[in-house]
T-cell receptor, first 113, second 117 residues
Framework: DQQVKQNSPSLSVQEGRISILNCDYT??????FLWYKKYPAEGPTFLISISSIKDKNEDGRFTVFLNKSAKHLSLHIVPSQPGDSAVYFCAAISGTSYGKLTFGQGTILTVHP | GAVVSQHPSRVICKSGTSVKIECRSL??????MFWYRQFPKQSLMLMAT?????????EQGVEKDKFLINHASLTLSTLTVTSAHPEDSSFYIC?????????????FGNGTRLTVT
């Protein structure tokens, strides 16, 4: 039962353009969402998060949007840079799970110069 | 910032042997650490929650006798894969959260690539 889904295994974008990574979830108990970035042979690195009481959170080039009614969130990267090329995981927490993350499958982002 | 160190980064062992993976929080105390496993092209799957000074909590389907977890101090948790078999070959990652509550982001180690021959 995949409670967090990233339906696009990969995304290819030109440098300078916008990258949009999508994530859907099914568990309505999730109330906090995070995006992690992962390079090969390294552990995931925290990128940005959003609480369910918000619909947008922005940090520099990264913005996360949350649509609770659709159980959908997205990560926007503007402008995209070649160094952004990595695997991006969305993850979710419910208040009752004491911090246990449920991850999506990941999306491989490639930013071409 | 907070750093989690995981060792070894890569290990190859023979079937039937045991392998220990260490996870250390370097500049903070972690009462709780999490162990994840990642199969190729799949998501990170939580295996167990490691609690300092008490027994680990295992996720459904994870054999506690096969994946022994010890969280003996506030900065160290170990995962021992006992009597390893080729199907245990995987990427294992630990994570920890510094103080501040359950909503603080997890900090991850760099993972351990286990290959059982």
């Amino acid at each position: 039962d995949q409670q967090v889904k990233q339906n696009s295994p990969s995304l290819s974008v030109q440098e300078g353009r916008i990258s949009i990574l999508n994530c859907d979830y099914t568990n309505s108990m999730f109330d906090y969402f995070l995006w992690y970035k992962k390079y090969p042979a390294e552990g995931p690195t925290f990128l940005i998060s959003i609480s369910s009481i918000k619909d947008k959170n922005e940090d520099g080039r990264f913005t996360v949007f949350l649509n609770k009614s659709a159980k959908h969130l997205s990560l926007h990267i503007v402008p995209s840079q070649p160094g952004d090329s990595a695997v991006y995981f969305c993850a979710a927490i419910s208040g009752t799970s004491y911090g246990k993350l449920t991850f999506g499958q990941g999306t491989i982002l490639t930013v071409h110069p | 910032g907070a750093v989690v160190s995981q060792h070894p980064s890569r290990v190859i062992c023979k079937s039937g042997t045991s392998v220990k993976i260490e996870c250390r929080s370097l500049d903070f105390q972690a009462t709780t650490m999490f162990w994840y496993r990642q199969f190729p092209k799949q998501s990170l799957m939580l295996m167990a929650t490691s609690n300092e000074g008490s027994k680990a909590t295992y996720e459904q389907g994870v054999e506690k006798d096969k994946f022994l977890i010890n969280h003996a101090s506030l900065t160290l948790s170990t995962l021992t894969v006992t009597s390893a078999h080729p199907e245990d070959s995987s990427f294992y990652i630990c994570s920890a959260r510094d103080s501040g509550g359950a909503l603080r982001p997890l900090h991850f180690g760099n993972g351990t690539r286990l290959t059982v021959t």
